[in-house]
């Protein structure tokens, strides 16, 4: 989650900075949140801010913000500017979200951005009110039948406590679960290590969704996948502390890498029904050369 300034603002209060790299619009106004991307497909890195506007329904204004963008070092500290630009942001009093947006590189994809670790920065009256990091890598394109970060070893579920069961033999893996004993159901994605050179960045996003399609909830991970490390587990969950948030029904959980979605996997809260396929489901190319599911 992006960082934020927590000085008393009378006009707006802080929500989000976030980054991405298509300016695609999604449902309700969102975009393709991300912060890892690849160099050679990289050609604008987006920032986000969002406030609240605490003017709503009183009078309109007018806000700037000034974004900026720094490369960082290995401590995380600011190197010099890559750019500043400032944003003029007219706010209507029935707004009760403020958002601004501004974009660097060049248009051309893998002609600006290198591997390394950078930062957007928002400002508003000489304050830097948020700060969102992002990593970019360039180990090769990810698309629907090739990835050269990893090779999937196993897609499974389990239930859980908020805090996620490190230890392998705590994971009673399974694809039906029981709606009044159900806390958090987490999706555990083991795979195969195929950077062994350098350390990297994997960003995954476990999306849950009900039978109808809506989205019952989404989870991002981030892991560092260091060159000693053949294979990795990593993990991404959704419920509560307690039991009560799953109903019984039919969800899939889909897991995204890359932009790529990497996997379905259908389950179901409350009785089995006969017949439920409960193996995931893959994109060609990207089949898991040797996976099992369901078993301890």
Known sequence: MATENTSSFTDFKFRDLLSYASPEFLADGKKRYRKVFDASKLSYVYAELSLYNKRFDLEDWELKVIFKCHPLNAEGQHLKELASQEVIVKVSKDQPIIY?????GNANPGAYWTVGTYAWVAWID????????FGVQSEGTVTHDHNPYFDIVS?????????????????NYTSSFQRDTTRYLW????????????????????????SSRELKGRNDQLALLAPSMVTGDICGGWGSSTAGTWYDGEYTLEIVFMEQLIAVLPFEIGTPSRGRRSKPGWLDGLKPKNWLFGKK
């Open 126 to 133: 000489d304050v830097a009110v948020g700060e969102q990091a």
């Open 100 to 104: 601004a947006h501004h974009g660097w």
């Open 187 to 210: 999706a555990e994605c083991m795979i195969k290590n195929l950077q062994r050179q350098q350390e990297w960045v994997c960003e995954m996003s476990f999306m849950f969704y009900t």
């Open 155 to 171: 897609v499974k579920l389990f239930e859980g406590p908020s805090d996620l069961p490190h230890r392998l033999e705590d994971r």
